[in-house]
């Protein structure tokens, strides 16, 4: 269960996805540490990539999952050291803006590593403001992000 | 391509020349490659040979070469498995994603068959045959009719699968289980590819009891599907250099033990020890009295003791399976010269490897045993089960909320009337690729059934018998040691060639003997020959289940009852009236060796395998059109094109900011994959469910989520399902 925003409905993760995406508006997935521990299962990284989600930010990851969310072309994002959704002030209801993505990925050069800027927005109209580590740690990774999964990613080289 | 360290060379076996990446290069560079352990030296072969400055520095291949056992890891390399090896639960969702590419290449001008898998891949049919049938001779087929019935769409996807892509091959169902057939026939153990090099063989699995091949000399270990997908189509799976547990083992197996026995006090010291994350390695002088399908079923069960894989290095008994188990001479001869122009065949003189810490395992202790009633490390031996189950039924009966009891419930079927009570054994399976890709335990097996049989003795009415070999060559060797008249003759038919109870598709008990299990709140318990017993795996009415050798399987299967001491109680009363103990039907080490030595032959190995590709009728009947795309069907619940590759051009898209987003899911620490994305029951009510109802799907045929992989409609809607996630937009709630 979770709830739909602005409409406060609560309803099915997957329903909410699923409005999100008829509205046109990305979601983003909030965790704490350890995100995606347990048996390496691809479909943990296909299935939210499939409702549209397009970034994770959590305290920390498990390794695998994360490769498979640069997989899957889900951005990995993880809050600076010792910081995290309840130090933040963050409960969910936030509008999240993530600058600085397309100026990095523009580059021809494959960036890893680094941070960018996120605003979180209360409905209030106040905002929280703070860095996320970009967790897309080698040139191989960035490529497949850039090429949104690494099944785009090889099917375009074939392709050429 | 680089070669920093001057590595790349050549050597000559039967007339031919093999390009090498050598390690031994590295001395000249200051790095005693002889004192790393031999799993890390297969990981640097890999390195060398793919040292391009990119991917691959040479300051990775440093990094392997002067490892520090006590590090903790950090260095993370790209590693290239040279293989990839699937079952079908996994494989399906993977080829479903090959063949997707194959209609985006389409889509994008291109030639679909330019889509294959890079190296070569293979996809074993095995985990959906169920144990509907058992104790007749018609269970074999009676099975695998049923299995065709239910997963036709699944199959037919994978028929096509087999013909249109290269360098992918699938072994029908009723043929084998994906680890004995890697074992028995795919490992390769050094392999000469198209580049003209030489190399170890090495692979990922979708599996992960893929470690099993570890025994075989070959690194390999389970991923997940992503990782499998990507290292089909050429691209390096990311690792960082583990640290490796050295396993020193001495002595002698003695009288009476087994492989089985070994593999469960292995797990319960490595437990104890602590391995996850990092690599195993066997070594030791004991390693000369280990044949290699005991290391087989040792390095199975590495998941269970926890750790990425348990190697044991190539040496002469490697080359001695690969000949009986019908490879070539070429092949053999191949790998005994590489693996000694390597310095990585080990003998006994070999030079002892550092390793990050070192148990020793005396293997003259080692005594019958089991493990359960829920964790493969919970080893008791058997002098002390029926002590044991006491505590045990307490405390299941405690964690259910129910008070302990003595409930007797009769039971009256098929003519014949019993009681059922706590310990009794309602499931009796000899399971499982880990021991029955083991000709010693499953010859035990057939010695303590001729011996049981030829006293008068039977299995207990209520007890479901199963046999379900990991491929034909254990039906033919049993077979000709004379065995199989009397297994059949105490319900142990052959029924089917897969994974049956070992992954819970133990097929359903007797309406009988579930209504007194519930009518008594009865702690019936389960023994197989498998690898795991978490609560729900073998069966839901099973709450002990207890994994222990196939020779002990069948003892229980005449016991019926965990409750009976079987060392000191007898387990029977012979055609003459006399009592008969366990101990009068277990046979020697001789025996045993003595019909291994004489019906296991590599004349059954080369027969078996030579239609292995071909399999039954049933799938020789399956129509496969010959097209390079798949003819996706609107209607199946099972196989559907996922929406990967939609709308996808030849050049990627600028990366967007992200403005405006919204939170779907604030989640605490530990959330697990399981959580994200459940594997099992698919919820009625829930998205799943819903969608599957709509399309006239009955909730008994739902299956698991596992099953419906290659379904994404089904498992997008169950993404974020688990049933037990926790969701801080709604406090309170669990739940999608
Ligand atoms: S028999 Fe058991 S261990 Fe072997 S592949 Fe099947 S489920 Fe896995």
Known sequence: ?160 | MQDTFRSRGSFDVGGKSHKIARLTALKAHGHDVSRLPFALRILLENLLRHEDGVSVTSSDIEAVAGWDPSAEPSVEIAYRPARVLMQDFTGVPAVVDLAAMRDAMQALGGDPSRINPLQPAELVIDHSVQVDAFGSPGALGENLEREYARNGERYAFLKWGQGAFDNFAVVPPGMGICHQVNLEFLARVVMAGESGYAFPDTLVGTDSHTTMINGLGVLGWGVGGIEAEAAMLGQPVSMLIPQVVGVRLSGEMPEGATATDLVLQVTELLRAHGVVGKFVEFTGPGLQHLSLADRATIANMAPEYGATCGLFPVDQETLNYLRLSGRSEEQVELTERYMKEQEMFHTADSPAADYTDLLELDMGSVVPSLAGPKRPQDRVSLADLSTQFQGDRREILAGAGAEDHDHRVSVSMDDETFELKNGSVVIAAITSCTNTSNPSVMVAAGLVARKAALRGLRTKPWVKTSLAPGSKVVTDYLEAGGLTPYLNALGFDVVGFGCTTCIGNSGPLADEIVDAIDAGNLVSASVLSGNRNFEGRVHAKTRANYLASPPLVVAYALAGDVNIDLVRERIGVADDGSDVYLRDIWPTNAEIQEIVGGSVTREMFAESYAGVFDGTEAWQAIEAAGSSTFDWQADSTYVRLPPYFEGMGLETRPVEDIQGARVLGLFGDNLTTDHISPAGTIPVDSPAGQYLRSLGVEKQDFNSFGSRRGNHEVMMRGTFGNVRIKNRLVPGVEGA
């Open chain 1, 1 to 160: 269960m979770t709830v739909h925003f602005p409409s406060g409905k609560q309803m099915s993760i997957y329903d909410a996805a699923m409005e999100y995406r008829a509205e046109g508006v990305a979601s983003i997935v909030l965790g704490g540490k350890e995100y995606g521990m347990g048996s390496s299962r691809d479909w943990a990284a296909k299935g939210p990539a499939l409702q549209g989600v397009r970034a994770v930010i959590v305290e920390s990851f498990e390794r695998i999952h994360r490769s498979n969310l640069i997989g899957m072309g889900i951005l990995p994002l993880q809050f600076e050291a010792g910081q995290g959704a309840d130090s933040l002030g963050l409960d969910g209801s936030e509008t999240y803006d993530l600058v600085g993505l397309a100026a990095r990925f523009s580059a021809e050069d494959s960036p890893t590593g680094g941070t960018v800027e996120v605003k979180a927005t209360r409905t209030d109209g106040v905002s929280v403001e703070f860095k996320a580590v970009v967790r897309i740690d080698t040139p191989a990774e960035a490529d497949y992000f850039r090429n949104n999964g690494i099944l785009n990613y090889v099917l375009r080289r074939l392709a050429r």
